[in-house]
């Protein structure tokens, strides 16, 4: 059996090496940086930690079912806390909703907040969300994607039509609940696959499944960059080897065209019958990939927006602040709009993340404290140098009126597009391509290389998509195909 190499540690290669050497294959995994985890990075300033990407976990059986490949029980390796709220809302009229687990306690919170007639209709809207989850995840979600007859399945697709999956987002929430609040709880995560609410198909209410009603976590102990760390750590364990700090720098094939090598920036040359490249994309095809490789969904990407990310060490902490709370402002369609064409938002939805169970994240008695900004990424028209102080100014005072207090002088760490272009991803974001209809499931870059034999691909470009959850799948997908057993 032919030794493998996966480019990328971050989590969707490391779910793929997983899986390879769980299966008894030879696998390499080399990546660029320290230490694992990609976008589920970690960085400090004094005395403070801070996870640089994702705030918290959904779907936490599609991890589970990684590390039970390995044969390992995720209890012992990663145990987890579900959060109570998953997250809360604030509204710009000072009224506020608590997304809780469980369905009746959910009920009640909607009932508090929009009346008895919407709780009715929010139930049977819930179920909705229910159904919708059903049919898409073993169809499109968790199903490999590189072939367009799983795709092109016409009672699949009737019933996620019958479902109003191919309806705008917002249109099918508003055609099930009336109360604007309630219409953002279930729309904003539109966001997340890098659209507005009127522009996301509706099959994408299922990311509001994934988080309203299947929950949100969070590691026992330290911070959400402790999954890639026990991903190494289970990687290792099952036989892959880690080459941290080296970066792939050419794609090598053989006389058939299939691959056989990948070189490193050292000069030293990995000889490999599979590479399974789990990093930037669009980086990748400008150099890494032979040429052989050029996949024509990745002609004309169009990329999600990016974020302004500021980590503050507090010197004290935030009695009955939630792990996560999403501040909704006043001008929700315009702050869409101003996205879509590049410009900053006038009036921004602030997530404000607050890890108070991330024991050793702070000093005894301190917190750390996260604010993300949407913004637009380096494909707009901006002068970033100018406009990163402007939007943290602004940010500032935006937080001081929500009770935050001065933050002006609090240690900080900020990350913006630019600096997400540093980190290696392109146009400055780390979200990848957006979810429209024409960059999802058999449209979204294939998992193959179908002239490059050997060649395959995993993590947030490919199909499922951008999130935990999808590149946790996107790995499996890719070992699966490697090793033949892909449906
Ligand atoms: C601020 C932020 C918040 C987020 N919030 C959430 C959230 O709440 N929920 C959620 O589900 N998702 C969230 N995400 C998204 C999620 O983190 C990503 O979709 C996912 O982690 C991407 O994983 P990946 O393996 O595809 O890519 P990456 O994490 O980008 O990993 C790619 C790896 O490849 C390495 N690499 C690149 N080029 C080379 C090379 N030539 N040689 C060797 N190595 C190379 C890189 O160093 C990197 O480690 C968030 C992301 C960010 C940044």
């Not at 609940?177 to 890098?194: E, I, N, P, S, W």
């Not at 004290?316 to 101003?338: D, E, S, V």
């Amino acid at each position: 059996m032919s030794p493998i190499v996966v480019i990328g540690a971050g989590l969707g290669g490391l779910a793929t090496a997983i899986r390879l050497a769980a299966a008894g294959r030879d696998v390499t995994i080399v990546e660029a940086e320290q230490v694992p985890g990609g976008c589920c990075g970690t960085a400090n300033t004094g005395e403070y930690r801070f996870d640089t990407g994702p705030s918290v976990l959904t779907m936490p059986d599609v991890l589970a079912d990684v590390f039970a490949a390995a044969g390992e029980d995720m209890e012992s390796v990663l145990p987890l806390r579900r959060l109570d709220p998953y997250y809360r809302l604030r509204y710009h009229d000072g009224s506020h909703l608590d997304v809780v687990p469980g369905e009746d306690a959910m009920i009640e919170q909607v009932r508090g907040l929009c009346g008895a007639a919407e709780a009715d209709r929010y139930r049977r809207f819930r179920a909705l969300l229910g159904e919708l989850f059903a049919a898409e995840w073993p169809a499109f979600i968790d199903r490999d994607m590189t072939r367009l007859r799983n795709l092109a399945r016409p009672r699949v697709l009737a019933r996620l039509a019958a479902l109003g999956g191919f309806r705008r987002l917002e249109s099918l929430v508003e055609s099930h609940l009336t109360d604007a609040r309630l219409v953002k709880a279930h729309t904003f995560q539109a966001l997340y696959v890098g659209l507005a609410p009127r522009q996301a198909l509706g099959i994408y209410a299922v990311v509001a499944h994934m988080d309203t009603v299947g929950g949100v976590f969070f590691p026992r102990y330290g911070g959400m960059h402790a999954i890639p760390q026990a991903m190494a750590a289970v990687a290792e364990k099952a036989g892959a080897q880690i080459r941290y700090g080296v970066r792939a720098a050419k794609v090598e094939t053989g006389p058939g065209g299939g691959v056989c090598a990948v070189r490193l920036d050292t000069g030293e040359r990995l000889a490999a019958g599979h590479v399974v490249v789990a990093c930037d994309l669009p980086r990748a095809h400008a150099g890494l990939l032979p040429e052989t490789a050029y996949d024509w969904r990745l002609r004309r990407p169009r990329y999600s927006p990016s974020c302004l990310v500021l980590h503050f060490g507090l010197d004290r902490r935030l009695p009955g602040q939630a792990h996560h709370t999403l501040h909704i402002g006043r001008q929700w369609a315009a702050t869409f709009a101003a996205l879509k064409e590049g410009r900053p938002q006038p009036d921004p939805n602030l997530l404000v993340t607050y890890p108070e169970t991330d024991g050793d994240a702070a000093p005894d008695g301190h917190a750390t404290l996260t604010v993300l900004e949407p913004t637009t990424n380096l494909h707009g028209a901006n002068d970033w140098d100018r406009l990163t102080p402007q939007l943290e100014n602004r940010l500032f005072r935006r937080l001081a009126d929500l009770g935050y207090g001065d933050l002006t002088t609090a240690p900080r760490l900020t990350f913006d597009p630019p600096a997400w272009a540093r980190l290696g991803h392109s146009a400055g974001t780390p979200f990848a391509l957006d979810h429209r209809f024409t960059q999802t499931a058999w449209f979204r870059p294939s998992g193959v290389a179908r002239r490059v034999p050997g060649l395959h691909f995993a993590g947030m470009y490919t199909a499922p998509g951008v999130g935990v959850p999808p590149v946790l799948i996107s790995g499996k997908l890719a070992a699966e195909r490697v090793l033949g057993t892909s449906r």
